[in-house]
Every structure is written in C-alpha cells, then in structure tokens.
C-alpha cells in the first residue's frame, strides 16, 4: 500500500510503498477512500502524543470501506461502508461495558496506539464495538470530515454542554472544532459567538450560524466584549482551540453557573494551565472535558446529517491528494488552514 510515514518527529513525512497491513481476529482492514487531515495529526507527528512509536504513518479521520474480516468480527462484512470514532473502546473495560468507549482503559487509536489512515489501507482493532455504519447517502469526503472535529463537537455541545434553545454559546477558536461546534450549537438553537483571529475563520463562522463574530486581536479584552454582548456572560464557553490563554479566556466569559467546555487538545507547553479557580467557586462554573464520541451515540448526529439539519460538507475547504497533504499537515502549527481539508486521492 502507499502511505505517508515519518521516522522522527518533526522531520518531512515521505510517500513509501508499505506492506498491506492483515485483519485482527476482532479487526478489520479497510480500504480508505477519504481522510481528514488534522491538528490532532500535526501534534502526533510533532512529538507531542507519548502513544506514537516510530516510524509511525499518521491519520484518524476516514471513511472508507471493509475489506478484510478478522475471524471472530460478527457485524460487519467486506464491503461494508464504514467510519469509526477517533477514540476507539476495547468493549470489555469497566470504561467499555458502561458505554462511556471514548474514555476506554485500553484504547485504540488509529494514527496514534497503530498506524492511521494516510494510507490506501488501516488495520483497526474491536470493530464490532467501533465501527460505525455510513448512510448511502452519505459520501465518503462527507463522512470523514465528521471527525474526530465534528463528532467531537457534537458530543461536546450536545451530551457535555448541554445546550438549550436560546442560550448564549461562545467558541474559542474557529478551526475544524470550533467551526463544526458553531454549526452544531446553531442547530441546536443557541446564540453562537465565533472567536479567532483570522478573518477568513470568522466569515466563515458566521455563514454557519454565527450570530456574532470577534477576532481577538481586535479587542482590548475579549472576555469584557463577550461579556456585554451576552449581558453577563455565555451559559456555554468552549475552548476549542488548546492554549492557556483561550482556556482561561473561556472560563472567565461564562456566566454564573455557566459550562466550560474543553475540547481543544492540551498540549506542549499548554499542559499545566493555570485556571481562575476562585472565579469558578464563587460563581458555581462546570468544568467539563470532552474527548471524542462514542460508536454507539452517532445514529442521533447522523439522523441530523440525512436530514439536511447539520451540514458538515459546508465546513470542506479543500480536497486533496496524499502527496498534497504532507505539507499541509507539517505547515498546520504556523498556518492551519481555514476549514476541513480532506484527502480524497491515494
């Protein structure tokens, strides 16, 4: 198979012929006819995820279809079209067996624990836990721009953040995240204020559903602007960027009582945040982590989907080869782009 590959960390990847990867007995091998290209990614092949071990092929947002069947897989076949969740569960874990896979005890994650989906091939381990059905009407680009960003702002939003009709949400960061988070809070009937220091993210923002856009540099203090417009702060802040300053940021614009939601990836220097915890005593603030979705919680985001309710094609910028993507993801630290970029051709 042709994959994209690294051997140290923060080196160029190289396009090589690799060995077709063969089926778990619980697994199975799918051929990948699309595949997001991800922050998460540029943080893996930057050396910033202890799960890595080189030479690692990187990759986790794909679509694609079954190929090969391992000898004890019992729900799925080759040719099966299929995605799967970002945080995969072993499906026997107290974690597992409680329905929570995405915080499994032994978890599998393609492009991080296993070699991912730059590649024509992936081998994926416990697919009757995590392999997710696609809809026929759903193409493949489609269903791999849904995540890990999307699927993870759907649960974050929705399960995590609880989001109510005619609530004041605010989002940190307007890339792949915070962009499906914007669609999704929209959907679910929320004001929706988009924050970023990019103009093209903002514009982008705010034909998703974005009733208010802020770029960051702009303001004297972002927290006081978001602040006023909502009358004494957001019920719902996610960071959806991963930095000190948009988590603290994110805490200190809540309202009393108000739900932090922490989606972006901490990483780096940004591991140990200081967070104004006297601010979120006083005034009864959640703070909740969100990290991926389970396999078995996508039939009500995808129902969405069918429907024409969410739009997840809207949040594609670009499609490209797997020679293309390797300096879109090396470049992804200093210059991510401004939406979902997809690779379509191996």
């Keep these: 198979m042709r994959a994209a590959i690294f051997e140290k960390f923060g080196q160029p990847l190289e396009i090589k012929n690799l060995p077709d990867p063969t089926p778990h007995a619980d697994g199975v091998v799918i ?15 930057m050396g910033h995820d202890s799960d890595i071990h080189l030479p690692h092929v990187p990759g986790h947002e794909m679509a694609g279809v079954v190929v090969a069947v391992g000898k004890d897989v019992r729900r799925w076949k080759e040719g099966d079209r299929v995605t799967l969740p970002f945080a995969c569960g072993c499906g026997a874990c107290e974690q597992c067996i409680s329905g929570n896979q995405q915080v499994c005890d032994h978890y599998f994650q393609p492009g ?25 009407s759903l193409d493949f680009v489609e ?35 915070g962009l499906s988070a914007v669609m999704i809070a929209t959907a679910m009937g929320a ?19 974005a009733v208010v856009t802020l770029n960051a540099s702009a303001e004297a203090s972002i927290v006081e602007a978001v602040r006023e417009i909502t009358h004494g702060g957001a019920h719902v802040s996610l960071d959806a960027l991963g ?16 739900r932090h939601i922490q989606v972006g990836v901490m990483a780096a220097e940004h591991k140990e945040t200081p967070i104004p915890m006297g601010w979120v005593m006083f005034n009864e603030l959640e703070l909740i982590g969100s990290h991926g979705m389970q396999a078995h919680a996508y039939a009500p985001m995808l129902a ?35 939406g979902v970029v997809v690779i379509d051709r191996f």
């Excluded at 991080?112 to 026929?136: C, H, K, M, Q």
């Excluded at 930095?243 to 108000?258: F, H, M, P, Y």
Aim: proline letters at 3%.
């Design 112 to 136: 991080f624990t296993a070699w991912g989906s730059f590649a024509e091939l992936v081998a994926i381990r416990y697919a009757d836990t995590n392999l997710v059905g696609l809809p026929e």
């Design 243 to 258: 930095s000190n300053e948009t988590c603290r940021n994110s805490v200190l614009s809540l309202r009393k009582r108000g």
């Design 31 to 45: 051929r990948v006819m699309a595949n997001g290209i991800c922050r998460s990614d540029w943080h893996g092949w």
């Design 191 to 209: 004001q929706v204020i988009g924050i970023d220091v990019r103009d093209s993210a903002l514009q982008l923002a705010q034909s998703l559903g």
């Design 143 to 177: 269903a791999a721009s849904l995540g890990c960003r999307f699927i993870t702002s759907f649960r974050a939003v929705v399960a995590q953040g609880r989001v109510a009709p005619g609530e004041w949400v605010v989002v940190y960061g307007c890339g792949g995240i």
């Design 304 to 338: 969405m989907v069918v429907s024409g309710r969410l739009q997840p094609g809207k949040l594609i910028s670009r499609r490209v080869s797997l020679e293309e993507s390797l300096g879109i993801l090396q470049s992804m630290g200093e210059n991510p782009p401004t």
